[in-house]
């Protein structure tokens, strides 16, 4: 065969292969459509009986040279590629999505912005325990010119026996403590029931890592105007993460501050393992601001700072972390919580590498 006919062959091959890319161009956007369609009417995107029966066509009506098994390889990963477009499709609707709103959501809190490219600090103990050990951790928080209290009322606890909080008697000492210095109030809410009474008490909802798939109590968060700090769960992955806040966004409410704050794996070490990479991956995929719970994602005072730092320094918005007068006689976590000259410690730290906006 002469270079003349080789060069022939070849620009055949480049023309087929116009060809082919005009085509699978063509049936993404048939399948787009089929995608818009299945959402309306409910139908999940992945239809295995159709891909086999496709397959089977396919089978059916080769005449080669390829073999069956390299042809359906190739059309296997046609429809996978085709099912990924789908969900892209999807991905770009949610309301959370960067694709949606590329500006950066702001959420302001007592004159603090978080979002806005600073960094912030919420602090306050475990469990809210007395009026004596509220108020003292909220004047240590002011000292330290932090301007949210975070405190649990309500207690959700692996064991039925452990301290479960002290309800509307805890949101009430936090708001007292909080007014008196000045604070702002986060508290974790675990039941729609306890929502509405609360909203007189805190300023920012919590739910928790337990909660994060407790979707009445989601849509109820969304139904009010109260910012809310979702927290991750504890083996969910980061789509499931951004799924929930989507419930709440839905119900019409966007002030929402995403929480990463470890998920369980095989290690010991710590509670938890701190997904530090969920930081830049939630602001690159979501509008949202992003914090991290140093406290429980680690469960060791010792891994405070160092975590601290890898959240600050990766582009979390804030940093969570747990103060205690007295961590030994705590009644919830006792082992993770900071005394107040452990607190000190930690400011002075980490403040060199906070970002504050001018």
């Known amino acids: 065969m002469s270079s003349v006919e080789l060069d022939a062959l070849r620009e055949r091959v480049d023309e087929i292969n116009l060809q082919l890319l005009k085509l699978i161009s063509e049936r993404g956007k048939l399948v787009q459509e089929i995608g818009k369609a299945k959402e309306s009417q409910g139908v999940n995107r992945y239809d295995p009986i159709r891909e086999r029966s496709m397959l089977d066509i396919i089978k059916e009506y080769n005449e080669g040279p390829f073999e069956n098994s390299t042809l359906q390889h190739i059309f296997k990963e046609i429809f996978k590629a085709a099912l990924e477009l789908q969900e892209d499709d999807k991905k770009k609707v949610l309301l959370v999505s960067r694709k949606k709103k590329a500006e950066d959501t702001i959420i302001e809190v007592n004159g603090v912005k978080i979002g806005d490219g600073s960094q912030t600090f919420i602090v306050g103990p475990c469990a809210v325990e007395s009026y004596e050990q509220v108020e003292a951790v909220a004047a240590e928080a002011k000292k330290q010119g932090i301007k949210i209290l975070r405190g649990g009322a309500y207690k959700p606890r692996t064991s039925p026996y452990d301290f479960q909080g002290l309800g509307l008697e805890g949101l009430k000492i936090l708001k007292k403590a909080a007014d008196e210095h000045g604070l702002a109030v986060i508290s974790e809410i675990v039941t729609p029931s ?120 990766i582009g979390a918005d804030g940093v969570m972390a747990e103060v205690h007068p007295d961590p030994a006689v705590a009644l919830s976590d006792a082992q993770q919580q900071m005394n107040f000259e452990q607190f000190d410690t930690f400011m002075k730290e980490l403040k060199p590498f906070v970002k504050v906006n001018a």
């Open 194 to 313: 306890d929502l509405e009474t609360a909203l007189d008490y805190v300023d920012i909802i919590q739910i928790g890592a337990r909660n994060m798939q407790n979707f009445e109590l989601l849509k109820a968060a969304g139904a009010v105007k109260k910012p809310v700090l979702l927290k991750r769960g504890l083996a969910a992955t980061i789509e499931e993460f951004i799924h929930a806040a989507e419930y709440i966004m839905s119900q019409g409410n966007d002030q929402i501050i995403l929480c990463e704050r470890g998920i369980r794996t095989y290690e010991k070490a710590t509670r938890n393992t701190l997904d530090i990479s969920a930081v830049p991956i939630l602001k690159q995929e979501t509008h949202l601001p992003v914090m991290v719970d140093v406290t429980h994602s680690t469960g060791r005072r010792d891994l405070l700072i160092p975590t601290a730092k890898a959240a600050l320094a």
